[in-house]
């Protein structure tokens, strides 16, 4: 692959809107994206998320979110939990002192080989202590550089700076949001059910990043506004769902009503494989997300071909300024996609029946028509 295969921090929408006029980083980006400039800085003349203006504003609820996203970066990580994690992880990769034994890559493959002892694995130990915090899936793979940023963008204190090559793997994991809060789209509950779920991601991304440093390895957290990956083409690499239409990734019980956390690593270990539950083709027929989103972001047409990659793209632009708009991160096509409905024995039957019988999809959407409506109808205020 070459560089211009990767994607740049600098020119996703949430590092755009970082940019202060008036500032070298602004004047910097615009230098060399001079198109972006007058929409950028309408959307920034905007209301801000979390701010009044925002038709969905609600001050306690917004007041909750904005300091539940604070509190990510003044999380307290448990040194006791880490020391016991540690241990696990010494012993499944036969850890000496002074530092890991040297493991190379797979033959045949670019995954790398998981050191064993006594039966355990680091990828055994790091997907059971994801899920012990709060995980509700985990998965592992070895990193494409494609889904790894050029340079950083998002915030003035690093901007520019080379996002560096030296973590071969990585451990995703899933955090389920909350069906009920999901149904208010796009109220503000939807922002504070982002914010828990972001909070619990970076709590159990920074957990495991501590436990694999005491234990020698090199390991860096990816979470809410710090990424060097590209979390969803990842976790679509580590088996835990596919893309669907809405550019989100679709687990199997819990549809896009996830958010993705990750850890990467040189530790070595045992990579997942990608997974067929039959989103990719189910998508194909619905179109619901696309038909009910308000800013018309979403593609309710044929796949295109973005950056070489074949897949529905994405107005982000409309979808941003729709959230400021609001004043809140939206949801309605997390919360309409028909793989959303709750984590039950009928949903997931249904959900098997279009991962295994793709001649039922039809039938599928017609039934989910039928009783959740083809229009989006976002549940009353007082189930929040």
Known sequence: ???????????????????????????DY?????????????????????AEGGRCYDREVC????????AIDTLHIDAVLVEDWKHRLGGATGLKTGGPTAIGPKTGGPTAIGLKTGGATATAVLKEMARQLGA??????????????????????DYGAPVPLDCPSAIVFLVEMDFDEMQQAPRAGVLRESARQYLRA?????????????????????????????????????????????????????????????VTTDCPLDGDRPVS?????????????????????????????VRGVRKWPTGVERCY??????????????????????????????RWCVRSKPDLDRAALFFDDLVYSRKWKRAPADRA
């Open 1 to 27: 692959m070459t560089e211009t295969d990767r994607v740049d921090e600098r020119d996703t929408m949430f590092a755009r809107m970082a940019r202060e006029p008036g500032t070298r980083e602004y004047e």
């Open 30 to 50: 615009y230098a060399r994206r001079p198109e972006y400039r007058d929409a950028d800085d309408h959307l920034r003349a905007l209301p801000p998320l979390f």
């Open 63 to 70: 007041g909750e979110a904005s300091r539940l996203f604070a």
């Open 136 to 157: 509700v899936d985990a998965g592992c793979a070895a990193i494409d550089p494609a889904f790894v940023y050029t340079h950083k963008g998002r915030f003035s204190k």
């Open 202 to 262: 970076a709590r159990i991304g920074k957990t495991i990043e501590a436990a694999l440093a005491s234990a020698g390895w090199r390991a860096r957290a990816q979470y809410d506004a710090h990424y060097d990956v590209m979390l969803v083409p990842l976790a679509i690499a580590a088996g835990l769902g596919e893309l669907g239409r809405n550019n989100l990734l679709v687990a199997h019980r819990f549809g896009s009503r996830v958010r993705i956390g990750a």
């Open 277 to 305: 539950i039959g989103v990719d083709r189910f998508c194909e027929t619905c179109r619901k997300c696309a038909d009910n989103c308000p800013s018309r972001a979403l593609e309710a047409g044929s796949k295109q071909d």
């Open 321 to 350: 300024g729709y959230w400021r708009a609001v004043g809140t991160d939206c949801g309605i096509c997390m919360a309409a996609c028909p793989f959303s409905h709750r984590d039950t024995w009928f949903h997931n039957l249904v």
